[in-house]
């Protein structure tokens, strides 16, 4: 009775076999109810180590990149439906595991809960960043203290070792299209932002955090964003062809270098094609800038254009590049239609199919 009972607790029992479950529950004295839910605790640890070692895997296998993930995480949220911070427990859980295998045993018998598990690794690779790397011993030393504590005690635990670990940076949905994020800065960094606020004080004297910290963000992506460099630079060129077209009924004899001049604009991007030309002829694996910000252009900050065989798309934002469709060793040119934008891990991945076919 009692496995045909969990069984059909799932979420894809009838609506009879959910009846028959409320039932059974209902007519379950207090004593029994908090026993039979204990069992069922104990079915769901041993399930999510067995999800953990199937991540496992699939991390092993990079089977998340053929389904045009560029992570096990997006994998893990787009394509099996967990929410973040699950996925990321169980990530959590899969590293920890590979270099510490009897913690699967710990997770299955609940010595340790996944989350405890999840926040020590998370403690882990925060203690990386700043360069404080441990030995397996001091792992396991770590874990052994976060034995049979509650999630609270954990965090008190780590927090002994480097009181810094609980100023975690989190970024969490607040409402359907707000997020509060949160972080700790030096203190070099608050007088920097005090300076930064004052200098914004002419057009704005009571600029908040966020709309500062949007302005921020503009102006990096105004710096770095290819897509946006292409768009500046395709104006200038559409500018330049209508002040070159002006220029020649005005001076047909103007020497080459004075338009560039004029206009501030480079003589290489005044004639683009002929310079893309150039380059096409040495034979050179550098892609002219007029190229890339066409491919950048037709990109339309679609991300990785990766492909899987089943039709997914990547669309990852991550270190994107720009790739040669066929291979610039195997004679493929530099021409926009033989190029493409992939994430970095799909550039690899392809990269290294080559060599597996
Ligand atoms: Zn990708």
């Known amino acids: 009775m009692q496995i045909d009972f969990r069984a059909s607790a799932s979420a894809s029992a009838s609506a009879k076999e959910s009846r028959m479950v409320d039932n059974f529950l209902s007519s379950l004295s207090d004593t029994d109810l908090l026993i039979e839910t204990k069992a069922a605790i104990k079915i769901e640890r041993e399930a999510t180590a067995v999800v953990v070692r199937f991540f496992k895997e699939i991390n092993d296998r990079e089977l998340y990149l053929k389904h045009a993930c560029s992570s096990l995480f997006q994998f893990a949220t787009e394509k099996l439906g967990y929410c973040a911070a699950s996925a990321q427990a169980r990530i959590n859980a899969m590293r920890m595991i590979q270099v510490l295998p009897e913690v699967e045993a710990k997770i299955e018998s609940g010595a340790l809960s996944l989350t405890a598990v999840s926040k020590v690794q998370t403690f882990l690779n925060l203690e990386k960043k700043e360069n404080r790397t441990y030995s397996i011993e001091e792992r396991?030393?770590?874990l052994d203290a976060c034995v049979s504590k509650s999630t609270r005690e954990v965090e008190r635990e780590l927090a002994k070792r480097n009181p810094n670990i609980l100023k975690i940076e989190t970024m969490k949905p607040v409402g359907h299209d707000r997020f509060q994020v949160s972080f700790s800065i030096s203190e070099e960094t608050e007088v920097k932002m005090k300076k930064l606020?004052?200098?914004f004080a002419h057009a704005n004297p009571n600029i908040s955090l966020e709309q500062l910290?949007?302005?921020?963000?503009?102006?990096?992506?105004?710096k770095f964003d290819p897509a946006r460099k292409a768009e500046r630079t395709q104006k200038r060129v559409e500018k330049n062809i209508?002040?070159?077209?002006?220029?020649?009924f005005a001076d047909k004899n103007s020497e080459p270098g004075k338009l560039g001049a004029l206009t501030g604009i480079e003589d290489s991007e005044i004639d683009l094609d002929r310079s893309f030309r150039a380059h096409e002829m040495k034979r050179s694996r550098y892609v002219a800038s007029s190229v890339r910000h066409q491919v950048w252009?037709?990109?339309?900050?679609?991300?990785?254009e990766f492909v899987s065989e089943m039709g997914e798309l990547c669309g990852?934002?991550?270190?994107?590049?720009?790739?040669?469709v066929e291979g610039f060793a195997l004679g493929g040119s530099n021409q926009a239609d033989n190029l493409r934008v992939l994430c970095a891990k799909h550039n690899r991945f392809l990269w290294k199919s080559q060599f597996r076919a």
């Open 140 to 142: 396991r030393e770590i």
């Open 197 to 199: 606020r004052a200098l």
């Open 213 to 222: 910290f949007e302005k921020l963000v503009e102006l990096g992506l105004e």
């Open 242 to 248: 209508s002040h070159s077209s002006k220029m020649s």
């Open 297 to 304: 252009s037709r990109n339309q900050n679609q991300g990785c």
């Open 316 to 324: 990852s934002q991550l270190a994107l590049q720009i790739d040669h």
